[in-house]
């Protein structure tokens, strides 16, 4: 990553989405909202344009591109730079998570599945 600053939620979500397998632009959005359990759904703008900027920053790149019913469709992918970007962010949390927990002690339960 060429900064030290943290990503966005969405970056995050949407290169994490790729760390597997190539997606096209709706399986992306699909994936997203599955791994965030919900909690984040991307609209066509948000994530169309979060992927163009990603694009352009080197993190993904178009695997291919189709036509389905006569419509294009890009497949995208996660470039080395992308993944490397994102284990620099993973490990961030990581270490944001692991101070969190410090700091809570022993008197807490997590919370599964976001609900008490």
Same mark, same amino acid.
């Given at each position: 990553?060429?900064?030290?600053?943290?990503?966005?939620?969405?970056?995050?979500?949407?290169?994490?989405?790729?760390?597997?397998? $190539? /997606?096209?632009?709706? #399986? *992306?959005? %699909? @994936?997203?909202?599955?791994?965030?359990?919900?909690?984040?759904?991307?609209?066509?703008?948000?994530?169309?344009?979060?992927?163009?900027?990603?694009?352009?920053?080197?993190?993904?790149?178009?695997?291919?591109?189709?036509?389905?019913?006569?419509? $294009? /469709?890009?497949?995208? #992918? *996660?470039? %080395? @730079?992308?993944?490397?970007?994102?284990?620099?962010?993973?490990?961030?949390?990581?270490?944001?998570?692991?101070?969190?927990?410090?700091?809570?002690?022993?008197?807490?339960?997590?919370?599964?599945?976001?609900?008490?």
């Amino acid at each position: 990553m060429k900064n030290k600053r943290s990503m966005q939620e969405p970056t995050f979500l949407l290169l994490t989405a790729l760390a597997d397998q $190539p /997606r096209h632009g709706y #399986a *992306l959005g %699909e @994936e997203v909202t599955a791994i965030s359990e919900g909690q984040v759904r991307l609209g066509a703008g948000s994530l169309y344009g979060t992927l163009d900027r990603l694009l352009s920053e080197g993190l993904i790149r178009i695997e291919r591109e189709e036509t389905v019913d006569g419509r $294009p /469709r890009r497949v995208f #992918a *996660l470039t %080395e @730079e992308g993944a490397q970007a994102l284990r620099v962010e993973s490990e961030r949390l990581r270490t944001a998570l692991r101070e969190a927990d410090r700091r809570l002690g022993t008197n807490w339960t997590p919370l599964v599945g976001g609900t008490a």
